[in-house]
Structure formats: structure tokens, C-alpha cells
């Protein structure tokens, strides 16, 4: 049921973006030229002009929402994610505009058509059409937002759950039909075999009887769904539970018990007709991962160019202020395991590991030069792994890369450590972004590092790049 109604929401939308879309469109050129705010020096283009160009704006717009995950209905999606997903998708949508009507130009219309200027958008009506359409389809979100919250407050065409299984999955499934009020669930309890006697429930909702008396609740209860949340060691009783609420007109959902095993998305697979569980998923695959290096290619190489004046700057300082090499060289575990070699600035005494071996960065290390401290303090020793980054061997966001001797200390120790690895590793990530770096607990940090990696979006690393900028100034951690 969650699905189909994800799909009808999702179609609902799909629709609404893409006559929105085009009436923006339509809009920006009257705004651009009829409205006579805007002086108009190169005489005035036909509609017909634009006419042509409104089929692919109507459909690259859902096109580029999609890219960019606007559909994908995640729990706990806040307001400010719905906007940053639709102002990221909505810049996405017109340079796929652009692309595709220049391609067309190119290859599919005639020398005169192009002389009277056919497909053409003025790029002001592309700005335009920009703000116009970021504004209607958050406006088009929110109102829906607010009509469904509404619905369910009324108590509305609520679907009535119960729940199997009052343990830590069960407790889990009512913790997330909690939190998506929006779908429309009213939970009205547990049944479950070991509470036998325990009407106390879990939060508010009460135990209603045991598993062997599920039909009679559910028909009491007047159930529309059982979610079956029971643990590994009771999944015997899963075949007399689907037996005996095979007669009842109830919606059966089965949740298993992986989630000791999940730390990423799971996703069902498919071999040749036999479903696999993939229960570390990835967002980052495929398209994703091609227009994340794109995004890396032109970002580093942009910065490599606005940085040579001050990097060559601070490589003079590094040279007269210690003796020794400017840049340093060290291993560290990228994707996939493989290792690369990372490039920084020394910030440290020449072979100041010779005597201790690998030891782990602090603040205040005394195996930093006085020029160290200070380019330390505002991260700029990083500055060279922009060239990692256009090699392909690290992006801009992603999590921090740690030296192959630490990682086989700490892949035994910690929990889905080596998960971290799924990705390219990063200059900065969201755990760097929100304190975790340095010399803090590494529990956290690969918390904050698995939830950027099933999390990932162009909005979220466009997000983690602004707070980089912002609290790097007042960091004072070590990577």
C-alpha cells in the first residue's frame, strides 16, 4: 500500500511539474517581453519561437526533479530539503533546456530556420523561467503538504494497522508509520506472544492479544493491515500467521529481520526470476556517479586555477620557514579499498615520524611547524588533493580518507567501518561539516559518514561545500 500510494503521489506530482513548467515558461517570456518591465533593444521574438521550446522544458523538468531525487519520498524530507531539491532541479532543468535546444539546433534545423532564429530562448527568459518555476513547484509541494496534513488530522481515510511482533522491529515499524502522519496509517497495537498479559504496550499503543488470536483482532480491530515484524528466532510462526490471515481481507506486509545486517539502503534485486535482498545499496551508481564527476572535474579544475597564485603563496612559506619538502606525500584508503596517494601541504617537521611510526593527528601537535599550525587551522595543507580530485582518485565531498594502518586497526573494531569505503573518499563530508574530525569519536564519525553515503544528492553536497566555507573558518580540528 506504501508504494502504491508513493506512486499515485509521485505521478501526482510528475503532472502538476509539467503543466507548471510550461506555464512558466509561457509566463517568462510574457514577463520578458510584453510586460514592458524589461527594455527590449533586439525587437520582439514570435511566441511560436517559444511555442517549439515549451514541449522540452515540460518534460525535462520531471526529467531533471528525477535526477535529482525530488520524487524520491524519503522520511523526514523538511521543508528545506523539498526547496533546495527543487531549486537544484528546477537549475538542472534549464541546462538540459539549454543543451537540448542548442542539439537540436545543431543537427535538426535548417540554415534558414536558424537565421530566423528557431528554438533561440533569450537567456534572461531562461532566468526568468528559473525563479518562476523553483516558486510554483515548492509552492505546488507545500500546498499538498498542508491539504494531506489536514486530512489525516480529521482523521480521513486513515488505513488501520497492526502490528505482529512487539519487540525492537516491531517498536521500530510503529516508530516510522509515527513519523509519515502523511501516509494516512493509524496504528492500533501489537499482537505478540512474550508480552502475553502486558496490556502496557509501546508508546500509547496498547498489546491487544497474542499471535495465535491475530484474526480475531484484526476482524475486532477492524484491521486493513498486518505488518509482521518478528524476530529471527520466531519466524516458524510466520507460515500459520499468513495461513490464518489468508481468510481475512487484510493487507499482509512482512518486515525482515536484517536490520543487525542493513547499514545502507537495502534493494531488491532480481536473478532471473529469484529476488535478492542487496543490503548495502547505494545511491551513489550509474548516472549519479557520472554527473558527481562532472561536477568534481569542473569544480577542481576551476579551483586549481584560482588557487595557483595562493598555493604557490603558501609553498614559499612552507619552503622558508622549515627545511624540507613543500608537498607531502601519503597512502590513504579510497574507494572500494584501493589505495592512492594524497597530496597536502607539509604542515609538519620533516620525517617527524621516523621515531613514533603512524601515530594520530591532535590539535596542538608538536610535530607541526609554526606555518603548520596555521595552515592546519584553516585547512589549507588540503589544497593540493584538488589535483586527486580532478585525477579521479577523491571528489569534493565524501568521507575523509584514513591511511591504510589505521583502517586495519579500525575495520575489526568498528562496526561497518570498511562501509565507509563505498564511495569516493572526500576533502570534506558532511561528518567533517557537523564537528566529527580529528581527534573525536570515530563511532560518530562513520554515523554521520553512512548517512551522507544513503543520503547522497547534488543538494546535499552543495550544502556540505557551503558549511565548509562557513565553519571552516572557526574549525579547529585535524583531519
Known amino acids: ?46 511566441i511560436d519561437q517559444y511555442v517549439n521550446v515549451l514541449p522540452f522544458v515540460a518534460l525535462l523538468t520531471p526529467l531533471a526533479f528525477h535526477l535529482q531525487g525530488v520524487y524520491r519520498l524519503r522520511r523526514g524530507r523538511s521543508r528545506v530539503d523539498d526547496f533546495f531539491g527543487v531549486l537544484i532541479g528546477s537549475i538542472l532543468a534549464v541546462v538540459l533546456g539549454v543543451v537540448s535546444t542548442l542539439y537540436v539546433q545543431a543537427y535538426y534545423v535548417s540554415e534558414e530556420a536558424k537565421s530566423q532564429g528557431a528554438y533561440e530562448v533569450s537567456q534572461l527568459v531562461w532566468a526568468i523561467f528559473l525563479v518562476i518555476n523553483v516558486l510554483f513547484a515548492y509552492a505546488s509541494r507545500e500546498g499538498v503538504r ?28 510503529a516508530d516510522r508509520i509515527l513519523q509519515h502522519r502523511e501516509l494516512g496509517y493509524q496504528i492500533l497495537g501489537f499482537v505478540d506472544d512474550r508480552a502475553a498479559g502486558d496490556h502496557i504496550g509501546y508508546r500509547g499503543l496498547p498489546l491487544l492479544g497474542s499471535l495465535d488470536e491475530v484474526a480475531e483482532v484484526a476482524r475486532r480491530e477492524r484491521a486493513d493491515h498486518l505488518y509482521v515484524a518478528l524476530p529471527i528466532e520466531e519466524h516458524s510462526k510466520l507460515l500459520d500467521l499468513i495461513n490464518v490471515t489468508s481468510r481475512e481481507c487484510l493487507d499482509v506486509k512482512v518486515v525482515p529481520d536484517l536490520l543487525q545486517f542493513i547499514a545502507l539502503r537495502a534493494r531488491l534485486e532480481d536473478l532471473d526470476g529469484l529476488p535478492i535482498i542487496n543490503v548495502n545499496d547505494v545511491p551513489l551508481q550509474g548516472f549519479n556517479a557520472l554527473m558527481k564527476r562532472g561536477i568534481d572535474i569542473v569544480l577542481s579544475a576551476a579551483a586549481l586555477v584560482v588557487l595557483a597564485v595562493p598555493g604557490l603563496l603558501i609553498a614559499l612559506l612552507v619552503r622558508l620557514t622549515s627545511p624540507g619538502r613543500v608537498l607531502y606525500e601519503q597512502e590513504r584508503m579510497g574507494l572500494d579499498g584501493r589505495a592512492f596517494t594524497v597530496w597536502k601541504f ?30 592546519r587551522r584553516f585547512d589549507l595543507d588540503e589544497l593540493p588533493q584538488f589535483w586527486n ?16 594502518y589505521f583502517v586495519a586497526q579500525f575495520k575489526d573494531r568498528i562496526p561497518q567501518y570498511m562501509l565507509r569505503h563505498k564511495v569516493k ?48 573558518l572557526f574549525s579547529r580540528g585535524v583531519a
Request: aromatic share 10%.
Open 346 to 375: 607539509r604542515s609538519m617537521y620533516e620525517d617527524a615520524e621516523d621515531s613514533s611510526g603512524p601515530v594520530w593527528a591532535r590539535d596542538d601537535d608538536p610535530r607541526c611547524t609554526p606555518a603548520g599550525r596555521w595552515l
Open 1 to 46: 500500500m506504501v508504494r502504491r500510494y508513493n506512486r499515485l503521489l509521485v505521478a501526482f506530482h510528475v503532472l502538476v511539474d509539467v503543466l507548471l513548467a510550461a506555464w512558466a515558461f509561457v509566463l517568462a517570456y510574457g514577463i520578458r517581453f510584453e510586460s514592458g518591465l524589461i527594455p527590449v533593444r533586439k525587437g520582439y521574438p514570435p
Open 425 to 472: 573518499a572526500g576533502i570534506t563530508g558532511w561528518a567533517q561539516v557537523n564537528g566529527w574530525r580529528g581527534n573525536t569519536s570515530l563511532e560518530k564519525r562513520i554515523e554521520y559518514d553512512l548517512y551522507y553515503i544513503e543520503n547522497w544528492s547534488v543538494t546535499l553536497d552543495i550544502k556540505i561545500m557551503w558549511l565548509t566555507v562557513v565553519r571552516g
Open 146 to 173: 498542508e491539504l494531506l496534513e489536514r486530512r489525516w488530522r480529521a482523521g480521513i481515510g486513515l488505513k488501520r494497522v497492526l502490528i505482529a511482533g512487539a519487540g525492537d522491529l516491531g517498536r521500530l515499524v
Open 389 to 404: 580530485v580532478l585525477k579521479g582518485e577523491m571528489s569534493i565531498v565524501g568521507p575523509r580518507p584514513e591511511r591504510p
